[in-house]
């Protein structure tokens, strides 16, 4: 089956450290996203990338890291630059291009102890 | 003024009932217009995707685009309990560059039998 799949599901991070949140994806799309989602916040973008090997800062950049090595594949990492890490964290793809659907995978929680 | 508004709710209805969610928005150049569903713990799902002013069907659900007012609804007709969720309406602004969607922050509905 395509889709999007994050792991983990649940990640405790104690503070200071940083951790790397798993985003794959088989659908063959070229773009991929990053959210956080804090209650009564709605969805905010942490990073986004078009292609391989590029990626852009969204509306909540620091304190997060990227990397898109493939196509397949956009892990992020909460460093221990960012204030307030704990929340609900989704990934996303889209074929680049209009009238495209963006798919989410089922989101990694991650609570900092 | 956020560029997208979206009363967070909670809203509750008996089953059956027709359910009205609404934002605003404040910038014109938003022209794609997104509803996803989203249950407790999961990655939101897409709803409905318009473009043009006016309504959009799709079995029980309608999406409204009224441009002018800057203003965009979704509207549940027999309501049922598997409806239950938090509603966000997302926004996509036209031009050339990335396709960021832009969220509101949800309406979480439940639908009571």
């Known amino acids: 089956d395509g889709g999007i799949t994050q792991s983990p599901k649940y990640l405790f991070r104690k503070e200071g450290q940083n951790v790397t949140l798993s985003c794959e994806q088989n659908?063959?799309?070229?773009?991929m996203y990053w959210y956080r989602q804090d209650p009564g916040q709605g969805l905010r973008l942490i990073y986004y990338s078009q292609i391989v090997n590029d990626f852009q800062k969204g509306d909540i950049a620091e304190g997060y890291s990227v990397s898109r090595e493939k196509k397949e594949s956009f892990p992020l990492t909460v460093t221990s630059a960012q204030k307030n890490p704990t929340a609900f964290y989704l990934c996303a793809s889209s074929i680049t291009g209009r009238d495209t659907e963006a798919f989410f995978g089922q989101g990694t929680r991650l609570t900092v102890v | 003024q956020k560029e997208v508004e979206q009363d967070p709710g909670p809203l509750s209805v008996p089953e059956g009932a027709i359910v009205s969610l609404n934002c605003t928005y404040s910038n014109s150049a938003f022209q794609y217009f997104m509803w996803y569903r989203q249950y407790s713990r999961k990655g939101p799902e897409l709803l409905m995707y318009?473009?043009?002013?006016g309504n959009k069907e799709d079995g029980r659900f309608t999406a409204q685009v009224d441009k002018s007012s800057k203003y965009i609804s979704l509207f549940i007709r027999d309501s049922q309990p598997s409806d239950s969720a938090t509603y966000l309406c997302a926004m996509e602004k036209s031009g050339a560059g990335s396709y960021q969607l832009t969220f509101g922050k949800g309406t979480k509905l439940s639908v009571i039998p």
């Open positions: 659908l063959n799309h070229d773009a």
């Open positions: 318009t473009y043009s002013s």
